[in-house]
Every structure is written in structure tokens, then in C-alpha cells.
């Protein structure tokens, strides 16, 4: 079997580190190993405005935003192919046909569509395409017939009831459709980075985040204001980790390497924790040492995304060449779904040679 990767980000907003730690970093380092048959990245618009319908405009803002994210973190245009959603008509079609596979008491049930609808305070006035995301995201992944999908934790039970759609289908009509599995970090602390205020998540919305695209500064002022340990006022206080988001980001980000070049009195974070709870070293250090490994990530970036946003032409064709590519793929699997379900009308005069058959009967 061929492996066929696909990932993809809402384009609500620039992404962050959240972002990067969660999946960027993983599909990176996929797309380098080469160890797959096609790898697909989607600028995911159309599921972008099941909760921001009223916004159209905050959505097309954000399309060049997330690919240039994208490019700049080494997302590589000639492996991967960069699409925007709502522009391959196929993948709404297949969304509709897979409705008919799921009933709406599997649909309350999936725990990240449960807690979205209540981060969003939706209660009884929930958007139907919001309602139904995990379809759409089956038809998402099928349409490519994906069979690896990177993704952070919080998405595990989307691919799950793809899984579900996929055997509903192929049991039904035809084996024509693919069963993913996900990719998820394994770093624990990368599987959810909590925002810089110490919250359980990063939130565009709540503006608790480091964005890619944070100039130096902006990272500077942001690391220097992070939670940390609300008991540990004085130096000589005895520290905690648990719940300390300056050490859930350097789980996530540093390395030993790291303690080398900017923090040469411990060998590693092991060391540098013990010291912490022991009392006796200041949260400002920490929080030096942590801007300048994230310093060592994004500066990288920074400086790709320059190069990109100085030829944004060249970004906008790698957009079309992409979903270009994907349209061609996408119709591919909706004509074998079709003619699975025996809806191919005109294909070959299907609809005429049933007539006959029957007459013959």
C-alpha cells in the first residue's frame, strides 16, 4: 500500500508555536525522510467558516498568512503540495455522501466536537457544518485516501470516526476507501503547549500565544511575562515544575545541546529542574534560558518567511499548483466512490445499460 500523508491548519490566524511543536515540526520532518508516495498540506478555509461565517473576510485574510507559515518553517513546495480546501468542489460532495453514514448520536458523542462546541459557547445554537466538521474531515482525508495523518492529540477521535466512515463504506458498497492513522508527537509536552498565561491551551482568541511570525522583541516581552510558579517569589524559594509553563515549553524545545551554548552550568533540563525545586535560581534566568532556545527555532523562520513575503507571487502559484493537483486526485476518488455507490449515471451510459438490463428481466 502507498503511503499518503495528509495534515493541514484552519487559517484563523497566524500560526504559533502550539502549532509547531503539535504537528509543523512532525510534517517537516516526514516530508525530509521521504519515506512516502505523496504528502498533502490543506489550508483548511472551508471548515474555517463553520464557526466563522459571520467573518468571511478574517478567513481570506489568513490564507497567505498560513502558507507563508507554512514555507517558512521548510514545508517544501516541490515534495508537498500546499491546497486551499473550498477550492477542490470534490471534497464537499463526498462530504455529503458520507452524512449518510453517521447519526447524529455518534456525532455529540466525539469528544473534540463536544468540547469545541463548548470553548465556542455555541449551547443549543450550533452551526450544522460546525455540527458535522468530522465529516467533512473524513472527506478530507479519504479524498486522498490518506493513510497517515499527522495531527495533535486533541484531533485522535476525528481520525478515529474517519476510521468509522471508512469501514460504514466500504462494508456497504465497495473497498474503495483507505484507513487513516494518526501521528502524534512523542513528546508529552508537545502534545498540547499550554498558552504563555499558563492556561491549559494556546488561543489565538485569548492572545496567550508566541506566533512564528513574533518579531524578537515580541518573543522577548512574551517569554518575560509567562507564568511560572506563582509560589516561588524569592530566589531562594524551592520551585515547581507542575503547572510552571516556562518548563513545559523548554520540555518541548530544549535540548542538550542547548545547555552548551547558553546555560553551561547544568548539563541538561534533569539537572536544571532538580536545581529549580531545590531553590536558588531566579525565574527572569529561566526565562532567558527559554528565549533564547526558542530564539535558536524561530529565527530560522523568520528569516525564510522574509525571503517569501518579498516574492509573494511565487507563493500565490505554489497555492495554485497545488490545489491544482489535489482537484485531479480528489475527482479521482469521487468517481470511484460513485461508481462504488452505483451513482455514475452518465459514466460509460450506466444509466441506459441498467434500463436495458432490467427490460431483459
Given amino acids: 500500500m502507498k503511503n499518503i500523508i495528509l495534515t493541514g491548519d484552519r487559517p484563523t490566524g497566524k500560526l504559533h508555536i502550539g502549532h509547531f511543536v503539535g504537528s509543523l515540526r512532525n510534517r517537516v520532518r516526514i516530508q525530509n525522510e521521504e519515506n512516502y508516495d505523496d504528502m498533502f498540506v490543506m489550508i483548511a478555509d472551508a471548515q474555517a467558516l463553520t464557526d466563522n461565517a459571520d467573518n468571511p473576510q478574517k478567513i481570506k485574510d489568513n490564507i497567505l498568512n498560513v502558507a507563508l507559515d507554512y514555507l517558512s518553517v521548510g514545508i517544501d513546495p516541490k515534495k508537498v503540495h500546499i491546497f486551499i480546501q473550498s477550492e477542490v468542489n470534490s471534497l464537499t460532495e463526498l462530504t455529503f455522501y ?28 450550533i452551526p450544522v457544518g460546525f455540527f458535522t466538521y468530522p465529516i467533512s474531515q473524513a472527506a478530507d482525508i479519504t479524498a486522498f485516501k490518506a493513510n497517515i495523518v499527522p495531527v495533535g492529540e486533541d484531533q485522535l477521535p476525528m481520525i478515529e470516526q474517519t476510521r468509522e466512515i471508512v469501514r460504514s463504506f466500504n462494508r456497504i458498497y ?72 516556562v518548563f513545559t515549553y523548554l520540555d518541548a524545545f530544549c535540548t542538550d545541546e542547548d545547555f552548551q551554548q547558553f546555560y553551561s552550568e547544568f548539563k541538561n533540563l534533569d539537572e536544571l529542574k532538580k536545581a529549580y525545586q531545590n531553590g536558588g535560581i531566579g525565574d527572569m ?16 523562520i523568520r528569516e525564510r518567511r522574509k525571503i517569501y513575503e518579498n516574492d509573494i507571487e511565487r507563493v500565490y502559484q505554489i497555492l495554485k499548483e497545488g490545489t491544482d493537483y ?29 434500463f436495458y438490463k432490467q427490460k431483459e428481466k
Fill in 285 to 300: 534566568k529561566i526565562k532567558k534560558f527559554l528565549y533564547q532556545v526558542l530564539e535558536k527555532t524561530l529565527e530560522p
Fill in 98 to 125: 458520507y452524512s449518510n453514514l453517521v447519526t447524529v448520536s455518534r456525532l455529540q458523542r466525539n469528544p473534540t466536537v463536544k468540547n469545541e462546541i463548548k470553548i465556542r459557547g455555541f449551547n443549543d445554537s
Fill in 174 to 245: 465497495d473497498n474503495v476507501l483507505v484507513e487513516p492513522e494518526a501521528v502524534i508527537p512523542d513528546n508529552e509536552a508537545c502534545l498540547r503547549l499550554p498558552g504563555t498565561d499558563g492556561s491549559r491551551k494556546m488561543s489565538k482568541s485569548v492572545g496567550n500565544c508566541i506566533y512564528l511570525s513574533d518579531s524578537k522583541e515580541v518573543v522577548k516581552e512574551k517569554v518575560m511575562g509567562m507564568y511560572t510558579d506563582p509560589l516561588h517569589i524569592k530566589v531562594e524559594d524551592k520551585g515547581h515544575i507542575e503547572g510552571n509553563s
Fill in 326 to 354: 489535489a482537484k485531479k486526485v480528489a475527482e479521482k476518488t469521487l468517481m470511484e466512490v460513485k461508481q462504488a455507490m452505483q451513482i455514475d449515471y452518465f459514466q460509460e451510459d450506466n444509466l441506459l445499460k441498467q
